[in-house]
């Protein structure tokens, strides 16, 4: 069964560094979304992405954070200038379909991104 | 989206069937409820959606009451994996691309 994969599973780094967060969504899939979960609270929407543009994000996708998708295969999340409040789970979704109420996003299992 | 309201946390006993509630009473004529749950340390997982009739699938069925201010999530036999957090969500036709994660009810399956 296809898969969403994210590299790497387990991301350390310090404060005001760059990170990079990967994700190989599932092949035929156009939509592609970000969410985080911040250690015992809800998952949260980041954004999401479609034929090369973001089409909706949420107010903690701020410009620290940027998204791209470099190749036919990756989609990429960027945070600039990391703060210990990005601390989080970060999850790479993606859908076949992008709008409506009938479509499902599968989810990868996640990045832990822990900022020192 | 509108508000979903779910229990905190539940137990089941293993081999026996769990039926999760969600209350949905502000829900709109277009909005379908959807399920998703997320296993310890995994990434969420759409579990089931539907509109006004019951559905069924591998992974379990979705009661919805006639009024659909209240929906049910059934598991016919708990196993101990699906011991999960299980988020109902409502999604309307005009629905943007996010998803709206609450705070899901955490079932416990006990063997």
């Known amino acids: 069964e296809p898969e969403v994969t994210q590299t790497p599973s387990h991301q350390v780094t310090q404060m005001g560094q760059e990170v990079i967060l990967r994700c190989v969504p599932i092949s035929n899939h156009l939509y592609f979304y970000w969410y985080r979960q911040i250690l015992g609270q809800k998952v949260e929407f980041l954004v999401s992405f479609y034929n090369n543009e973001i089409s909706e994000k949420s107010e903690i996708f701020d410009d620290q954070f940027s998204v791209e998708r470099p190749d036919g295969s990756n989609f990429t999340l960027k945070i600039r200038s990391t703060k210990l409040e990005d601390s989080a789970m970060y999850f790479c979704?993606?859908?076949?379909?992008?709008?409506?109420?009938?479509?499902?996003?599968?989810f990868g299992p996640g990045t832990r991104l822990t900022v020192t | 989206d509108a508000k979903t309201t779910q229990p905190n946390s539940m137990e089941s006993n293993e081999e026996e069937p769990v039926h999760l509630p969600c209350n949905h009473s502000t829900i709109s004529g277009t909005d379908y409820i959807h399920w998703y749950r997320q296993l310890p340390s995994q990434g969420p997982e759409y579990v089931i959606h539907?509109?006004?009739s019951n559905v069924n699938n591998r992974m379990a069925s979705l009661a919805i009451a006639e009024d659909r201010k209240s929906s049910t999530l059934i598991l016919h036999r708990a196993t101990l994996r699906d011991a999960a957090v299980y988020y109902c969500i409502l999604r309307d036709r005009d629905a943007g691309n996010m998803l709206t994660f609450g705070g899901g009810t955490r079932l416990m399956v006990k063997p």
């Open positions: 539907g509109l006004t």
């Open positions: 979704a993606s859908s076949s379909q992008g709008r409506g109420p009938t479509y499902e996003q599968y």
